[in-house]
């Protein structure tokens, strides 16, 4: 018995010691102390062995089962290592390889012209509200004073769409953002300072129209706000926006909902005065709130009155930074976004 242990001692030290590789390691391991290895049967043979004999043999096998481990053990701590070493040697990094250029994305000149205007009229006191794209009949024409059969429904190219409101009638894509001041001023007790952004539809498509564009929308109302409120409102707001002062024309046009009703235009290109060479280019609508939207919204024209204003986005967009198709906008090109996207640190940094 002992002749065997000095044996299975003797190559059992020999063989965990010259296993060259972690998988020759393993068969060894499963040779001595797998299920039927050499060391696993010594250890289940103690069970049929007399007391006398497995007191003294015991130990001997456990000792011989101890050595064996610890050399198992070692010879796989080294060649881990050397496993390690080996695949580090080979992973060198070459730093001398040149990076991958990280890009910076910018926000979309929609996006950043909505935000600009958001902080403009946010410091002049106009706070943020919102409507549907989905709007009934009633808030995007009858309440803002445009009747079925008004001409003024065919102006506007609108998208029906299926679903119904309550009194039966086709539900439309919005075609300007006016339903807010309807929905606003219903909800809530004059007097108003609004300003509301968002995407509105016409059925139109050619170098500066696309059927789906973006609108601000300005309400005020209030006790004694004039045409004269309306004017310099605009007038500080725009030229916040061009970074200029902007020499403005008011001219009369007829909105609905409005009365008197403006369009806006501005002195082109606008670092130009007024009475230098100049084109006029339309920027925006706007009027004194018409006394039947008030009424339409519960608010009485004898206390309270007001001006609101609407703008596109796109155009605006488009004026300061000079670029004529507004397809443009709408093409998903990550070179035209580069150039006229805007960081948007830059932006909240203003
Ligand atoms: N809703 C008008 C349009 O889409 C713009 C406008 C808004 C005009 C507010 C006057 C007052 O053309």
Redesign the pocket.
Known sequence: MNEQLNTLHTTGLAQLSGAANLEDLEQVRLNYFGKSGQVTQLLKSLGQMDAETRKTQGAEIHKLRETLQTAFTSRKDALEQAELDSKLAQEKVDITLPGTAHTTGKMHPVSATMIELAEILGRMGFGHAVGPEVETDYYNFSA?NIPAEHPARQ??DTFYVETKDEEGLRKVLR????NV?IRHLQNNPAPARIVSFGR?YRHDYDATHTPQFH?M???AIDKDLTLGHLKGTIQKFLNDFFGREVTLRFRI?Y?P??EP??EVDVAWPIDQKADEKTRWLEV????M?HRNVLAACGVDHTQWQG??????IERLAMLKHGFNDIRQLFTGRVDFLQSYGQLAAKLTAK
Do not use: I, P, Y
């Open positions: 803002l102006d506007h075609t300007q953002t006016s001041q509105v609108q929308e300005g309400l046009h909105f909902f409005v009703g403006l925006m609508g706007a009027g709130v001006f609101a204003f609407g703008a596109g």
